[in-house]
């Protein structure tokens, strides 16, 4: 059996280096504290995944494998092995997974148009599948100089207006001011202990930080982001509603680009818009405020490029069961 440890899976990960973060063994480890269990496996120490599968009433799982570590040119479904595809579904089937979900590590431009015939085009991505990557390759003048006017108006504000960024550790009060932003901005907040699961397994590695930006000492908005390789993502963020006024997200998004730079990471993540294309974002996202809407406006700024990772692609070992999920997503997506 290809299966492997956690400690074998960090090794293995040193030979792919720009492996995706959710493919990191800290991230298996992560999700099961809190519902999942990972599986990782390795087919002649050159392609390998983690799977994570999520339990459902009578010891059935969902599967799901987000940004497969397939080779380190990032390969697609259909020109990867045979073999190594039966082991995933043999560890799919020794769990009773209703079906594997796939998201691969790639963009949808780059996506191969061939299809195997055993895999299903899915509906939904558990990820957000459209984001804004800022390449942080040049120096911080150019990157600068890239934002929108506003954007850097904004970053050198918060500076004349007093606002500091600096390191954080407290999780409890970050816990609170994501619960404001996520009553504010209407999104889904974890628990405390989610996320000080997260910092205890990745701030450790030096994969991960939490900053904070401060006026007069006070708290006013806070971020964690991760690094891994030559990329670094943008995962959770907040702010409360004391002295927006000085701007203090801006700069403090700032500083996390300047962490990852210095880290020598070449591109940030900012990890999720709504699922348009460009001309309709720019189009309506002064008049659009729900959901992720909201955080374009403050994203589009920093001069990334509106990129789609390729559609998820779901294996179905259940049939019948699996029409009973798309039932019950369809009747999420109405309401």
């Known amino acids: 059996m290809p299966e492997v440890n956690l400690t074998y899976w960090n090794r293995f990960l040193e030979s792919h280096p720009n492996a995706h973060l959710l493919q ?24 390998g995944a983690q799977i994570l ?26 020109v990867n092995s045979d073999q190594f595809w039966g082991e995933v579904d043999f ?17 949808e431009e ?36 890239r934002m929108k006017p506003k954007c850097r108006y ?11 960024v600096r390191v954080w550790d407290d999780i409890s ?14 999104f889904g907040v974890h628990s405390k202990e989610y996320y ?10 030096g994969t991960c930080e939490l900053l904070v930006a ?3 000492g006070k708290p006013l908005a806070a971020l964690m982001v991760f690094a891994k390789g030559t990329r670094a993502w943008y995962v959770y963020g907040a702010s409360n509603d004391e002295e927006r006024n000085r701007m203090p997200t801006y700069l403090l998004q700032w500083e996390a680009i300047r962490w990852a730079k210095a880290r020598g990471c070449e591109e940030y993540d900012l990890w999720g818009v709504p699922d348009e294309n460009e001309e309709t974002l720019e189009a309506n996202f002064e008049t659009h405020h729900d959901g992720l809407w909201g955080v374009y406006r403050f994203k589009r700024g920093f001069g990334g490029e509106v990129k789609r990772a390729a559609q998820a692609m779901d294996k179905i070992y259940m049939p019948l069961l699996y029409k009973l999920y798309l039932w019950r997503m369809a009747g999420r997506e109405v309401s």
């Not at 009433?57 to 479904?77: D, I």
């Not at 009060?173 to 209407?186: K, Q």
């Open 196 to 205: 000080q699961r997260a910092y205890e397994l990745f701030h450790p590695k």
């Open 24 to 47: 990191m063994g800290e991230w298996g480890e992560l999700k099961s504290s809190f519902g999942w269990k990972p599986v990782r496996l390795i087919l002649d120490n050159e392609t």
């Open 110 to 145: 780059q996506a191969s148009s061939t299809v195997n015939c055993q895999w299903s085009v899915s509906p939904h991505n558990i990820q957000p599948p459209r984001t804004i990557v800022i390449s942080i390759k040049e120096d911080e003048e150019q990157i600068l100089a």
């Open 214 to 216: 401060e006026y007069e």
């Open 53 to 78: 599968f999520r339990r459902l009433p009578l010891g059935l799982t969902l599967g799901y494998m987000p940004k497969a570590v397939f080779s380190e040119n990032r390969e697609q479904l259909s």
């Open 91 to 107: 560890i799919c089937k020794q769990n009773r997974a209703v079906f594997l979900k796939v998201e691969p590590d790639t963009w």
């Open 173 to 186: 009060a970050f816990h609170e001011m994501m619960t404001v932003t996520g009553g504010r901005d209407n």
């Open 154 to 164: 904004n970053i050198r504000l918060a500076e004349k207006k007093g606002v500091t």
